[in-house]
């Protein structure tokens, strides 16, 4: 039987959203109906770069276009609950990206929103939907390596010099080393670990509030521990190194579709497992996402409410003790 195919609307066509396009073109069940900007030319060009048959000049046409079945938000994080409430007011099944908002009790508006709508939302983290992760997940689980010990994770790289004109700088938009890219390595410890029971946090503030680098430490019954280092100024590349008694698991990646898993046991030679890159990628997510419409599910076995709730409530702890604030919105 042939899949439905299932007509995609982009909200806000800036640098992810056009690489988000371009692995959706490598679905046969996902069609670029239509894009919504806020500018009429720049949905315009995205429409003509990816095929959309539709472009419109605003959000609120996009989302009133009866033929667009999913949409996936790409604003700044500012901007992902007015977004998303939008979106699933209209009926229209979400794929967010990260950070998924500003803080938990926006989070929980999006999940009571998509609720009272019965309609599909999920957060766009990319990683539970990778096979490294999947298969270190099994393996961690299984746990033929013996108990976990402790896990190192980080995610940076050099965006200096400081210029709060970008995004990642401007607390207006949600800016920040925690929400933009910190936010992966703390999904890890949870992914991994689950909740923990105490958190402790440092971070190096920008003038304007954002944090530029952070250090988080997260401790679990018997001793156990996470340390989590993410940063715009140090290129340390992105990586999560899983201590367990009889071995360590090391995840790293330079990017969504170029990651590798090594499995390092005393005694044997490191196993390294690649994947190829047509089996990675942002198109993961989108594939879930269509997954759950194909089955009228209203949330993701992969990347469910609960681990976005989590994920959120974690990084507002973490926020608190980091002493990190956007404006009216703690
Ligand atoms: N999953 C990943 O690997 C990944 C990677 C990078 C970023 N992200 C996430 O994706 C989101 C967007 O990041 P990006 O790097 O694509 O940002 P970007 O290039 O700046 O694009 C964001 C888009 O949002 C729209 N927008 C609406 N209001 C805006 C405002 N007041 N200021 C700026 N833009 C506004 C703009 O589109 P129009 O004006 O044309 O509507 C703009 O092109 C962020 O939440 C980020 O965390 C995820």
């Known amino acids: 039987m042939r899949n439905k195919v299932y007509n995609w609307g982009i909200l806000a066509p800036g640098r992810i959203a056009r690489r988000f396009a371009g692995e959706l073109q490598q679905l046969d069940n996902a069609r670029i109906y239509a894009v919504g900007s806020s500018d009429l030319s720049r949905a315009s060009a995205f429409a003509d770069d990816f095929g959309a048959e539709h472009f419109y000049g605003s959000y609120e046409e996009l989302v ?4 667009v079945e999913i949409i996936y938000i790409a604003s700044p994080h500012a901007f992902h609950m007015d977004h998303a409430l939008l979106c699933l007011n209209h009926k229209k099944p979400v794929l967010c990206e990260k950070a998924f908002s500003l803080n938990l009790s926006e989070v929980e508006k999006m999940l009571d929103c998509a609720k009272e709508n019965n309609v599909f939302l999920m957060e766009a983290m990319f990683v539970p939907h990778q096979p490294s992760y999947r298969k270190a997940k099994q393996l961690i689980d299984s746990g033929e390596l013996g108990k976990v010990k402790y896990i190192h994770s980080w995610f940076g790289f050099n965006k200096s010099p400081y210029d709060v004109s970008q995004r990642l700088f401007n607390p207006e938009l949600g800016g920040g080393a925690l929400l933009d890219i910190g936010l992966y390595p703390v999904f890890d410890a949870l992914f991994f670990l689950g909740q923990p029971e105490q958190i402790s946090a440092n971070a190096e503030i920008t003038e304007t509030g954002v944090d530029q680098s952070i250090t988080i430490r997260l401790d679990y019954q018997d001793g156990l521990s996470v340390s989590i280092f993410a940063s715009f100024f140090a290129t340390s590349g992105v990586g999560t190194d899983v201590f367990c008694e009889k071995g ?24 390294r497992l690649n994947w190829s890159p047509s089996g990675c990628g942002l198109k993961l997510e989108a594939m879930e996402a269509m997954r759950c419409l194909d089955e009228e599910f209203l949330e993701s076995r992969v990347m469910p409410h609960s681990l976005s709730l989590l994920l959120m409530k974690t990084l507002d702890e973490i926020r ?9 919105r703690d």
């Open 320 to 328: 608190k003790e980091a002493g990190i604030f956007y404006k009216g």
């Open 64 to 67: 009133s276009d009866p033929k």
């Open 248 to 271: 360590i698991v090391g995840l790293r990646r330079t990017s969504s579709v170029d990651q590798w898993l090594d499995i390092d046991c005393p005694g044997a030679n490191v196993e």
